[in-house]
């Protein structure tokens, strides 16, 4: 039975024109630090390792976002070496990170047309904002009582030109609407 051996998630990765069975990472990544959300990747590879093949087999494959819900799916074969061991690499553009949390990918092998096992579950990647520093709150009315401070800002952003506008509001004081 086919197994998962590993998953690696990086920004791009290709396999190796010079040595077979090498693939080249760029940008491996378990946690995605990122100041706002959603927030788009203009690429997002993911590197997948099976193993125990004793043929070639056909996979399907479903990403989730942080609420287990159904991001993007799709199916493909992996051709195994010597040893029952192959790769895949799964590249998607334009992925948006819509909200914080843990992003999962569910792997199933396709045993017939319509029907497929489930194999395992496995995390790709947390997406999560930058660490703050914890402020009291006599800090925080001091800093508000200032001169020249910005309380209010109020923007808006596209996260990839196809998108509809975002928009965000954030007030320092707990009293402004």
Do not use: C, H
């Amino acid at each position: 039975m086919a197994k998962l051996k590993s998953v690696i998630t990086a920004y791009k990765a290709q396999v190796n024109p010079q040595v077979g069975g090498m693939v080249d990472i760029f940008g491996s990544f378990d946690n995605l630090i990122q100041p706002m959300f959603p927030f788009a990747m203009p690429n997002l590879s993911i590197v997948m390792t099976m193993e125990d093949l004793n043929r070639p087999t056909m996979f399907e494959v479903r990403l989730n976002g942080p609420d287990d819900s159904l991001i993007t799916k799709g199916e493909f074969g992996i051709m195994l070496d010597p040893f029952g061991v192959g790769k895949k690499i799964l590249d998607l553009e334009k992925f948006v990170v819509a909200e914080r949390g843990k992003y999962t990918m569910d792997i199933f092998e396709k045993v017939a047309e319509d029907k497929v096992k489930f194999i395992t579950t496995t995390d790709l990647f947390i997406a999560d904002y930058p660490p703050q520093r914890r402020m009291s709150d006599e800090e925080k009315a001091k800093i508000l009582s200032s001169e020249g401070v910005i309380r209010s800002v109020r923007t808006e952003f596209k996260p990839d030109p196809e998108s509809e506008a975002v928009k965000i509001q954030v007030n320092l004081d707990k009293s402004a609407p």
